[in-house]
T-cell receptor, first 114, second 114 residues
Framework: DTGVSQDPRHKITKRGQNVTFRCDPI?????LYWYRQTLGQGPEFLTY????????KSRLLSDRFSAERPKGSFSTLEIQRTEQGDSAMYLC????????????FGNGTRLTVT | DAKTTQPNSMESNEEEPVHLPCNHS???????IHWYRQLPSQGPEYVIH?????VNNRMASLAIAEDRKSSTLILHRATLRDAAVYYC???????????????WGAGTKLIIKP
């Protein structure tokens, strides 16, 4: 069971720099989700893909954020011109297409912007 | 805003049953009730879900009130490894776009005392 993997686990960057995170979902899952989580709060939805199509984006996803899933397999989340308020845990999840299929989460990438 | 409300924290003794409550008074007829838990430094993990009838699996039981406005996650014999934040969320089985946002509250932090 390879599960959902995310890379890197931790990222420290200076304000204004760009960062990119990678998510490898469970191979047979065609849905992929990105969430953001701050300390003491539940995950906040950012965006999701069905195969390579990005079907929904949250209002939280400003113009500085972009996500891709070029071949319907792995996904990347890029944050440009990082701000201190971007510091959070970024979680990726995947699921089967069945609407009630459970989400399988990775262990996240913790971003610290100094 | 989260569609569910849960106590901020609960304590239980090891090897005793734990009942975690969740209120969802605005639940619609098409909403499934899902539970996830998040161990420290990990992504959320699916626990169980149900619609109307009580459900059991290897991890837990889910008891759903007759009017569906509340539910209870039951851990039959808590261990130290069950110490986590437990989230109760609603998923629309019709699969409307907003379904994938899975609005999460802050969850219940379960503390297990040895």
């Amino acid at each position: 069971d390879t599960g959902v993997s995310q890379d890197p686990r931790h990222k420290i960057t200076k304000r204004g720099q760009n960062v990119t995170f990678r998510c490898d979902p469970i191979s047979e899952h065609n849905r992929l989700y990105w969430y953001r989580q701050t300390l003491g709060q539940g995950p906040e939805f950012l965006t999701y893909f069905q195969n390579e199509a990005q079907l929904e984006k949250s209002r939280l996803l400003s113009d500085r954020f972009s996500a891709e899933r070029p071949k319907g397999s792995f996904s990347t989340l890029e944050i440009q011109r990082t701000e201190q308020g971007d510091s959070a845990m970024y979680l990726c999840a995947s699921s089967l297409q069945d609407r009630n299929s459970p989400l399988h989460f990775g262990n996240g990438t913790r971003l610290t912007v100094t | 805003d989260a569609k569910t409300t849960q106590p901020n924290s609960m304590e239980s003794n090891e090897e005793e049953p734990v009942h975690l409550p969740c209120n969802h008074s605005t639940i619609s007829g098409t909403d499934y009730i899902h539970w996830y838990r998040q161990l420290p430094s990990q992504g959320p993990e699916y626990v169980i879900h149900g619609l109307t009838s009580n459900v059991n699996n290897r991890m837990a039981s889910l008891a759903i009130a007759e009017d569906r406005k509340s539910s209870t996650l039951i851990l039959h014999r808590a261990t130290l490894r069950d110490a986590a934040v437990y989230y109760c969320i609603l998923r629309d089985r019709q699969g409307l776009d907003s379904n994938y946002q899975l609005i999460w509250g802050a969850g219940t932090k379960l503390i297990i005392k040895p």
